[in-house]
């Protein structure tokens, strides 16, 4: 297997030793029929060069990468699910296949789901249904496209298994998808062997943490080490949190295994789009309280957060300095949510002052527009900010932009310059609709998947998404 010379190998992960992962083997497939190829994220870590079988002989055969782990690694983890502790937990149908180096030097993973059983799997099968895999593809490229820290969906294969799921038709079909991300490292990673009372181990992922991931911050003093990573950690946290919320993401399942201290989203299960703006909208049928509800995503991840500091304080850190880097989410969230509206809008940033004024008055506009113009409508209709004034006026929700609200949104964004204008002239920007994710196109896009196997509205889907992408300039990918 021959990668390209930009592909550079650096498993760092297994050498923390065997108490943080269980070598494991990948599912043997009946098929593999290949459904989805990143030829971006691939050569984003020189991949991009490999043959067709050796596509699948890596992404779904899961033969090991040159010079990369000699076998799979299920990882060791607990977590708080809806705020309760589960030691039960750990990699039940994925694991820690590779990492290596971009171009810019950044560790990434490649990380599985729908792999095979490992002894994290409980009762489970291991697989992943190819529903599952259609929609996290879909959803990676939107929140990217959308200025979101994600994860990428790079391979989905169709593995020709007939699954049985007790919360949707089935059998249905299988699949195994593999997805690049900066870190498979959880809250819960941390929990686990707090839990267990082996603060050796926590202090061991504190410092593989820090000189991984924010080697800024290495070397450092023992005693300051937890802190550090904790305030790294949240701010990172509180820009993702912030980029979710001016997407009009719903995570819906935000408990402590499901985020990792880079802070980006890298798993999708019941998300969803917003359709309308409600603070209150769940994304998942069993959140029936709306613990996890859009409104109340910055209170869950700072619940979160603190579960990780709790984890941490077991290494003998001084309380003090820990609730001092969490107190420190407030101000750092505000400020990223700031800075993402402004993103949104298209303009150049002003002052503090004044850009946080235009983000509230941003929410108030969307608030009193209602449902024709939900987030992403409004962002598009009003990218640019002033200059796109008349086209905001002739679209199909310009009677929704009447109101006092939208009244004092546009003199307040009357001040700011458009950041770059020549994206007006995108054919993007030509069309009376943006690109969205809501529920019912994604079904509609599997429906056709399932009924004729006919992925046309899949593979255009993910083109218009990139087209959205290259419109927005967004930048995701931190």
């Given at each position: 297997?021959?990668?390209?010379?930009?592909?550079?190998?650096?498993?760092?992960?297994?050498?923390?030793?065997?108490?943080?992962?269980?070598?494991?083997?990948?599912?043997?497939?009946?098929?593999?029929?290949?459904?989805?190829?990143?030829?971006?994220?691939?050569?984003?870590?020189?991949?991009?060069?490999?043959?067709?079988?050796?596509?699948?002989?890596?992404?779904?055969?899961?033969?090991?990468?040159?010079?990369?782990?000699?076998?799979?690694?299920?990882?060791?983890?607990?977590?708080?699910?809806?705020?309760?502790?589960?030691?039960?937990?750990?990699?039940?149908?994925?694991?820690?296949?590779?990492?290596?180096?971009?171009?810019?030097?950044?560790?990434?993973?490649?990380?599985?789901?729908?792999?095979?059983?490992?002894?994290?799997?409980?009762?489970?099968?291991?697989?992943?249904?190819?529903?599952?895999?259609?929609?996290?593809?879909?959803?990676?490229?939107?929140?990217?496209?959308?200025?979101?820290?994600?994860?990428?969906?790079?391979?989905?294969?169709?593995?020709?298994?007939?699954l049985e799921r007790h919360d949707e038709p089935s059998p249905t079909r299988a699949a195994v998808l593999t997805r690049l991300?900066?870190?498979?490292?959880?809250?819960?990673?941390?929990?686990?062997?707090?839990?267990?009372?082996?603060?050796?181990?926590?202090?061991?992922?504190?410092?593989?943490?820090?000189?991984?991931?924010?080697?800024?911050?290495?070397?450092?003093?023992?005693?300051?080490?937890?802190?550090?990573?904790?305030?790294?950690?949240?701010?990172?946290?509180?820009?993702?949190?912030?980029?979710?919320?001016?997407?009009?993401?719903?995570?819906?399942?935000?408990?402590?295994?499901?985020?990792?201290?880079?802070?980006?989203?890298?798993?999708?299960?019941?998300?969803?789009?917003?359709?309308?703006?409600?603070?209150?909208?769940?994304?998942?049928?069993?959140?029936?309280?709306?613990?996890?509800?859009?409104g109340r995503q910055p209170e869950a991840v700072f619940w979160n957060l603190q579960q990780l500091g709790a984890a941490l304080?077991?290494?003998?850190?001084?309380?003090?300095?820990?609730?001092?880097?969490?107190?420190?989410?407030?101000?750092?969230?505000?400020?990223?949510?700031?800075?993402?509206?402004?993103?949104?809008?298209?303009?150049?940033?002003?002052?503090?002052?004044?850009?946080?004024?235009?983000?509230?008055?941003?929410?108030?506009?969307?608030?009193?527009?209602?449902?024709?113009?939900?987030?992403?409508?409004?962002?598009?209709?009003?990218?640019?900010?002033?200059?796109?004034?008349?086209?905001?006026?002739?679209?199909?929700?310009?009677?929704?932009?009447?109101?006092?609200?939208?009244?004092?949104?546009?003199?307040?964004?009357?001040?700011?310059?458009?950041?770059?204008?020549?994206?007006?002239?995108?054919?993007?920007?030509?069309?009376?609709?943006?690109?969205?994710?809501?529920?019912?196109?994604?079904?509609?896009?599997?429906?056709?998947?399932?009924?004729?196997?006919?992925?046309?509205?899949?593979?255009?889907?993910?083109?218009?998404?990139?087209?959205?992408?290259?419109?927005?300039?967004?930048?995701?990918?931190?």
């Amino acid at each position: 297997m021959p990668p390209s010379d930009r592909y550079r190998p650096d498993p760092r992960f297994e050498a923390l030793g065997q108490e943080f992962a269980d070598p494991v083997r990948a599912a043997r497939f009946p098929t593999h029929v290949l459904r989805l190829r990143n030829a971006r994220a691939a050569e984003a870590v020189g991949l991009d060069t490999l043959s067709d079988e050796e596509w699948t002989a890596a992404f779904a055969r899961f033969e090991p990468l040159p010079g990369n782990q000699p076998e799979p690694l299920a990882m060791r983890y607990h977590g708080h699910q809806f705020r309760t502790y589960n030691p039960n937990l750990g990699d039940g149908r994925g694991f820690l296949f590779a990492q290596m180096r971009d171009g810019a030097g950044r560790l990434l993973d490649l990380g599985t789901k729908g792999s095979g059983q490992t002894p994290y799997s409980r009762f489970g099968d291991g697989r992943l249904t190819l529903k599952g895999g259609v929609r996290e593809a879909l959803a990676s490229a939107m929140l990217e496209a959308l200025g979101v820290p994600t994860s990428r969906a790079l391979a989905l294969f169709e593995t020709g298994e007939a699954l049985e799921r007790h919360d949707e038709p089935s059998p249905t079909r299988a699949a195994v998808l593999t997805r690049l991300s900066h870190s498979h490292i959880r809250f819960g990673t941390f929990q686990r062997h707090a839990y267990l009372g082996r603060p050796d181990l926590v202090q061991a992922l504190i410092d593989h943490g820090l000189q991984t991931y924010f080697p800024a911050l290495w070397p450092i003093e023992p005693d300051r080490s937890a802190a550090a990573l904790l305030r790294a950690v949240t701010e990172r946290c509180a820009h993702l949190t912030a980029r979710w919320m001016a997407a009009g993401f719903v995570h819906g399942v935000l408990n402590t295994d499901n985020m990792n201290i880079t802070g980006e989203s890298f798993d999708y299960g019941p998300y969803r789009f917003l359709p309308r703006n409600d603070p209150s909208f769940t994304a998942a049928y069993f959140d029936e309280t709306g613990l996890y509800c859009f409104g109340r995503q910055p209170e869950a991840v700072f619940w979160n957060l603190q579960q990780l500091g709790a984890a941490l304080a077991a290494t003998g850190c001084p309380r003090e300095p820990l609730v001092e880097a969490l107190e420190g989410f407030g101000e750092a969230y505000s400020r990223a949510l700031t800075e993402a509206v402004i993103a949104r809008l298209g303009v150049k940033p002003r002052s503090a002052e004044q850009d946080q004024a235009l983000a509230g008055a941003t929410f108030e506009a969307i608030a009193e527009a209602g449902e024709p113009a939900r987030w992403e409508p409004f962002f598009f209709d009003w990218f640019g900010g002033s200059i796109s004034e008349a086209r905001a006026g002739r679209g199909p929700r310009a009677g929704a932009y009447g109101g006092p609200a939208a009244r004092a949104f546009r003199d307040r964004l009357a001040a700011y310059e458009a950041a770059a204008p020549e994206r007006l002239d995108l054919p993007y920007f030509q069309a009376a609709e943006p690109e969205e994710l809501l529920y019912d196109e994604i079904e509609a896009i599997w429906a056709r998947i399932d009924a004729d196997d006919d992925w046309s509205l899949f593979e255009r889907k993910l083109a218009r998404i990139d087209q959205a992408r290259l419109a927005w300039g967004l930048g995701a990918n931190f």
